[in-house]
């Protein structure tokens, strides 16, 4: 056939001028959109992949090692494919590979549009918070204060400032701010210690909750701007890479 698809059997598969893999690839996206399958079907057992578009098993694993990595699928054993939706996690995973400078520029930006989130959106944050939310806040900063080196403290502050967004529901803005994790998870590293987090970030953390708890619009904003703001002196004009002095989660 000219018009780049092949039939084997009854089953049309595009793409001919391309590999196997990539065919296959192409037929069983096909298949999920044209069968009406959604998230949470199972796909047919990798023996009827392999009838179904007569091609071997390692062709067939190939392809769906590919959907995986798209996120259109999760393979588990004794269980088989499954569609998923983690697409946009995994823009996220190759966004992250990224290596991004900062600068007090950059770090005016980020924390700009944090303090827009976690800052303005108080309003809403009061309103949709609840007790199991604060649970969780204080869970993760006692993570935070746990952990042995900078990076996983770091980690587990993103996770707090998350869960903290994600009380907005609103998951465009999540995706939004999961996107930005690089850059913020750099800031959060900058000029950092085991003393600094335990003695400062800890505790700033700990006020914010507090002030969630009371609902004290002032104070929760007070507390929250100032925290993201700190730092800022850390960051040169220009590059990330100089030795900083301090700043704080």
Same mark, same amino acid.
């Given at each position: 056939?000219?018009?780049?698809?092949?039939?084997?059997?009854?089953?049309?598969?595009?793409?001919?001028?391309?590999?196997?893999?990539?065919?296959?690839?192409?037929?069983?996206?096909?298949?999920?959109?044209?069968?009406?399958?959604?998230?949470?079907?199972?796909?047919?057992?990798?023996?009827?992949?392999?009838?179904?578009?007569?091609?071997?098993?390692?062709?067939?694993?190939?392809?769906?090692?590919?959907?995986?990595?798209?996120?259109?699928?999760?393979?588990?054993?004794?269980?088989?494919?499954?569609? *998923? %939706?983690?697409?946009?996690? #995994?823009?996220? $995973? =190759?966004?992250? +590979?990224?290596?991004?400078?900062?600068? !007090? @520029?950059?770090?005016?930006?980020?924390?700009?549009?944090?303090?827009?989130?976690?800052?303005?959106? *108080? %309003?809403?944050?009061?309103? #949709?918070?609840? $007790? =199991?939310?604060? +649970?969780?806040?204080?869970?993760?900063? !006692? @993570?935070?204060?746990?952990?042995?080196?900078?990076?996983?403290?770091?980690?587990?502050?993103?996770?707090?400032?998350?869960?903290?967004?994600?009380?907005?529901?609103?998951?465009?803005?999540?995706?939004?701010?999961?996107?930005?994790?690089?850059?913020?998870?750099?800031?959060?590293?900058?000029?950092?210690?085991?003393?600094?987090?335990?003695?400062?970030?800890?505790?700033?953390?700990?006020?914010?909750?507090?002030?969630?708890?009371?609902?004290?619009?002032?104070?929760?904003?007070?507390?929250?701007?100032?925290?993201?703001?700190?730092?800022?002196?850390?960051?040169?004009?220009?590059?990330?890479?100089?030795?900083?002095?301090?700043?704080?989660?």
């Amino acid at each position: 056939m000219g018009n780049g698809m092949t039939t084997v059997g009854n089953i049309t598969i595009r793409g001919a001028g391309r590999s196997a893999v990539d065919s296959i690839v192409a037929s069983m996206r096909d298949m999920i959109s044209d069968g009406g399958l959604s998230v949470g079907d199972r796909l047919p057992t990798e023996r009827e992949l392999c009838e179904r578009f007569q091609t071997s098993r390692n062709t067939v694993r190939e392809a769906m090692r590919i959907l995986k990595a798209y996120g259109i699928v999760d393979v588990r054993p004794k269980v088989g494919a499954t569609i *998923v %939706d983690n697409r946009m996690s #995994r823009a996220l $995973d =190759l966004f992250s +590979f990224n290596v991004l400078e900062v600068s !007090r @520029e950059t770090f005016s930006d980020i924390q700009g549009f944090r303090i827009l989130l976690e800052v303005a959106s *108080v %309003d809403r944050i009061f309103e #949709r918070i609840t $007790d =199991l939310d604060l +649970f969780e806040l204080r869970q993760l900063n !006692r @993570e935070m204060a746990a952990t042995k080196t900078v990076p996983d403290a770091a980690e587990i502050d993103f996770l707090f400032h998350t869960r903290l967004v994600s009380v907005l529901g609103n998951k465009a803005m999540l995706d939004v701010y999961q996107i930005m994790k690089p850059v913020i998870l750099r800031i959060m590293e900058r000029g950092k210690t085991r003393r600094t987090i335990e003695a400062q970030v800890y505790k700033e953390h700990e006020a914010v909750v507090e002030a969630l708890e009371r609902r004290d619009r002032v104070d929760f904003q007070y507390r929250m701007k100032t925290h993201l703001e700190a730092g800022y002196v850390s960051f040169s004009a220009r590059a990330e890479f100089e030795e900083p002095t301090t700043s704080r989660l």
